[in-house]
């Protein structure tokens, strides 16, 4: 079992940053790959972006690529996801969730979420 949490929501302009964290309990968390969802009122949860269980690989949803970037500490059990020139439609629910790093594995642990809200 693999518990996450999420934090660094908030309330920030449009051009501003702001960086989630995402802490890890339970499982070897360098075991995991981990992943940033989104999900705005109305609409489908998204992919943000993934990263590999040792950061070697990170991906990207084309509407993030270059503004946000994925990080994580192993030694700390925590994935990062800095925002920078945020837009008014990055406003959503935040999610971290984590796959075990083998074939064919899903994402089946997420956190409760952390709202980001860019006003305009």
């Known amino acids: 079992q693999v518990h996450l949490v999420e934090s660094g929501g908030g309330l920030v302009q449009a051009g501003g940053s702001l960086r989630l964290s995402c802490a890890a309990s339970?499982?070897?968390?360098?075991?995991?790959?981990m992943g940033w969802f989104r999900q705005a009122p109305g609409k489908e949860r998204e992919v943000v972006g993934t990263i590999s269980w040792n950061a070697a690989r990170t991906l990207y949803s084309d509407s993030v690529k270059g503004r946000f970037t994925i990080s994580r500490d192993n030694a700390k059990n925590t994935v990062y996801l800095q925002m920078n020139s945020l837009k008014p439609e990055d406003t959503a629910v935040y999610y971290c969730?984590?796959?075990?790093?083998?074939?064919?594995?899903?994402?089946?642990?997420w956190g409760q979420g952390t709202q980001v809200t860019v006003s305009s």
């Open positions: 339970g499982r070897t968390f360098s075991g995991y790959d």
């Open positions: 969730a984590a796959r075990l790093s083998v074939p064919g594995a899903g994402y089946g642990y």
